[in-house]
């Protein structure tokens, strides 16, 4: 991500467009510009909500929170209330009810832990930015015919972390891809040189313990390194091919 954009993210007054709203086409350019999603489980809205804020302030405003904890749709309402420049979107969503609720609550955007097609159906006829978990070559690829925008490829280090990106990328290079489960600061740079779009980051970029004693710099900083490490590894991404031979 350039300079500027991070500029235009950090600045208060920025607008995404005319009226505040965002369209499906600059929410997905927006997260492949930036290419953190940062992934939070919470226990309130006030934590949700605190999170939001700090990763603004260090130029991610994109936040995914799970649906599968008590109280997470609220905090999904709460940051599109007190938040709205945000690209809050709903994780870990197993059934089209789920969806739908993300939606009513103001989400931007839907993701899952693996394959649950009728979401990622649902997500396109609504027209609505969904990226679904993946794990195989077979499974990515189901994934972006039934309209995914992104394909999320999780757990990524048990399959091999960028090794298995990079054989990913050879085989598939037009599927952009969100490495997540087991991204970290040790491996985020080569998971990105080696031809992911964007990454999934949770505890990494937003410790339990920075929330809970509400430590906003030490998630601002955790958030440029990996802005770092994003910038870095597109440089040397920047001369690769992904053809076979």
């Not at 909500?49 to 709460?78: H, Q, S, Y």
């Not at 609505?128 to 309209?147: M, Q």
């Not at 600061?185 to 410790?207: F, K």
């Not at 440029?224 to 690769?240: E, T």
């Amino acid at each position: 991500m350039t300079q500027l954009m991070r500029s235009a993210v950090e600045d208060p007054g920025f607008e995404a467009s005319a009226g505040g709203a965002m369209a499906k086409e600059e929410i997905r350019a927006r997260i492949e510009e930036i290419g953190v999603v940062p992934a939070v489980r919470v226990a309130s809205a006030e934590d949700a909500l605190f999170v939001a804020e700090a990763l603004a302030k260090a130029g991610v405003p994109i936040l995914e929170i799970a649906m599968n904890t008590p109280g997470a749709m609220r905090a999904l309402a709460n940051v599109v209330k007190h938040a709205p420049k945000m690209i809050v979107g709903g994780g870990s969503i197993t059934d089209v009810a789920t969806a739908q609720q993300c939606l009513d609550a103001g989400a931007k955007f839907l993701t899952s832990d693996g394959l649950v097609l009728p979401v990622v159906e649902f997500s396109a006829k609504e027209d609505v930015v969904v990226f679904p978990g993946a794990f195989t070559p077979t499974e990515i690829i189901a994934a972006r015919n039934a309209g995914s925008d992104f394909v999320k490829v999780v757990p990524c280090d048990a399959a091999g972390g960028h090794n298995y990106i990079r054989s990913l990328k050879a085989a598939m290079p037009d599927v952009p891809l969100i490495a997540a489960g087991g991204v970290t600061q040790l491996t985020a740079l080569d998971i990105v040189s080696a031809g992911a779009t964007a990454l999934g980051v949770g505890r990494d970029l937003i410790p339990a313990e920075a929330v809970r004693l509400r430590q906003a710099g030490r998630i601002q900083e955790l958030a440029r390194r990996f802005l770092g490490f994003v910038d870095s590894g597109r440089i040397q991404a920047a001369g690769q091919s992904y053809n076979f031979g």
